[in-house]
């Protein structure tokens, strides 16, 4: 069965740092690239950043370049989202989320995890 | 970046109604349109992906269509398990990008 358990999320004042991880099983972690996707409260569905399975191609939308920085350890089946320089606005969910096929990268999200809140606020 | 808008953002329905939300895409993403579903304090759930193909373990009440810069997601006999709200999103380019939401209510 795959599963995605996310940790790390908390309170945080503005302007601090909090890395984010992703522990998975029931797959072969390594073959898949792997996604964030955030939730402010109450709001829709934004998209953090991807990499892709072996290679090392990463993503970010250009509002987030900069402060974020997604990565991997295979070895330890588990993804990261490091985030610095935190805003009020970064104030979420976060989810990770498996991309649905194998090999290469964009595909839809199939598996999510439960998701880990973060609030940034003094 | 490629905006997905959604319509309407709010649906009030009944069980057993047939319903259709609408996505649209500022520019072509040819079928590359994923739908998800999701509930209050819960992760999104994928039902369609290449804009008409059913996820796997997904009722067959529901089906997508379109291709381009227009979409649509039917639920054919509303069940009460399918009030929550509902997300398109086009995975043709980066950055991703999700529609705002569709929120099905209960009439």
């Known amino acids: 069965e795959v599963q995605l358990v996310e940790s790390g999320g908390g309170l945080v004042k503005p302007g601090g740092s909090l890395r984010l991880s992703c522990a998975a099983s029931g797959f072969t972690f390594s073959s898949y690239s792997m996604n964030w996707v955030r939730q402010a409260p109450g709001k829709g569905l934004e998209w953090v950043s991807s990499i892709s399975g072996t290679l090392g191609y990463i993503n970010y939308p250009d509002s987030l370049k900069g402060r974020f920085i997604i990565s991997r350890d295979n070895a330890k089946n588990s993804l990261y989202l490091q985030m610095n320089s935190l805003r009020a606005e970064d104030t979420a969910v976060y989810f990770c989320a498996r991309d649905q096929a194998s090999g290469g990268t964009g595909w839809p999200f199939d598996y999510w995890g439960q998701g880990t809140l973060v609030t940034v606020s003094s | ?107």
Do not use: H
């Open chain 2, 1 to 107: 970046d490629i905006q997905m808008t959604q319509s309407p953002s709010t649906l009030s329905a009944s069980v057993g109604d047939r319903v259709t939300i609408t996505c649209r895409a500022s520019q072509s993403i040819s079928s590359w349109l994923a739908w998800y579903q999701q509930k209050p304090g819960k992760a999104p759930k994928l039902l369609i992906y290449k804009a008409s193909s059913l996820e796997s373990g997904v009722p067959s009440r529901f089906s997508g269509s379109g291709s381009g810069t227009e979409f649509t997601l039917t639920i054919s006999s509303l069940q009460p398990d399918d009030f929550a709200t509902y997300y398109c999103q086009q995975y043709n380019n980066y950055p991703v990008t999700f529609g705002q939401g569709t929120k099905l209510e209960i009439k």
